[in-house]
């Protein structure tokens, strides 16, 4: 047996028992679907706590909900033959002290949390699960690159969230979104991410997956 597929065994093994959501409570949508997120040998359970250091040093493998992982809920969404997925990943504790004292912040998608909104951290379309463990792989390229978590010194942990959603024939990104988000120079371009207005445009997301991240100087002592 492979490593990637005893890893995932024993997440959906433990998933079942430890979990009763794969999204944050007070968060929206709420998804009941597991997906597999694994960063190098550290299977994401749902809402579990992990070293900014592991986060940011490469992007997580993706799974796609796969009977043969065992993952929750699986009857109502068995993979679709050729199917196509689009992802998110979405920080949902983004502080209004960390934008500008200029934003229109009653105008924000709301965070998990007082005074928080949303900050877009990745976003794939045109992504294939790969047989066998359904490994999702791109075949265009992100319409926003990874980037690692970054929450504020002094803050909570930021909840992360992975949304996976079915992509409809003919779906294609904003003009001019591509840009935006991967522009360095543009670093508020990626906040107030609105996944219920993505939800809008092709459905609801099928599965997810969510883990806390705290900066690392946090937990540092001086
Ligand atoms: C808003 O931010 C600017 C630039 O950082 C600063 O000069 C200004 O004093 C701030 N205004 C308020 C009301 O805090
Ligand atoms: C935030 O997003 C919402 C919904 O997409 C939009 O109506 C609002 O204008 C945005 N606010 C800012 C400051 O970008
Ligand atoms: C949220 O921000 C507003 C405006 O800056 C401030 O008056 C309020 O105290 C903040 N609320 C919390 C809970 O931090
Ligand atoms: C898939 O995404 C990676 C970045 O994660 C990018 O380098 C690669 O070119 C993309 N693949 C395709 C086929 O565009
Ligand atoms: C990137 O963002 C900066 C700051 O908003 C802007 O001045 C610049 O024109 C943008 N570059 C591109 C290629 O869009
Ligand atoms: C942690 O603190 C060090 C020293 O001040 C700083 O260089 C580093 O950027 C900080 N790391 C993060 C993730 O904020």
């Known amino acids: 047996m492979k490593t990637s597929q005893y890893l995932l065994g024993v997440a959906a093994a433990a998933g079942v028992q430890l979990t009763s959501a794969a999204t944050p409570a007070g968060s929206s949508p709420q998804v009941p679907n597991t997906l597999g997120l694994v960063f190098a040998n550290n299977v994401v359970q749902p809402g579990e706590l992990i070293a900014q250091s592991v986060v940011d040093a490469a992007q997580p493998s993706v ?20 199917q196509t997925y689009l992802f998110t990943l979405v920080d949902l504790n983004l502080p209004y002290f960390a934008l500008p004292n200029t934003t229109d912040f009653a105008s924000l998608v709301p965070g998990i949390g007082p005074n928080r909104t949303t900050r877009l951290h990745w976003f794939e379309y045109n992504v294939h699960a790969i047989p066998p463990h359904q490994q999702l792989q791109n075949f265009s390229a992100p ?7 970054m929450p504020p010194q002094g803050d909570e942990a930021h909840n992360y969230v992975l949304y996976l959603f079915e992509q409809p024939e003919g779906w294609k990104p904003e003009v001019g979104a591509m840009q935006r988000y991967n522009n360095a120079s543009d670093s508020f371009a990626r906040m107030n991410f609105s996944v219920e207005a993505l939800s809008e445009q092709v459905g609801k997301p099928i599965a997810a997956n969510y ?12």
């Open 63 to 82: 799974y796609a909900p796969n009977p043969r992982n065992r993952n929750r809920g699986l009857k109502k969404h068995k993979p679709k033959k050729d």
């Open 143 to 149: 319409i926003a690159d990874y980037q690692g978590p």
């Open 211 to 222: 883990f806390l991240t705290e900066n690392e100087n946090n937990t540092k002592t001086a």
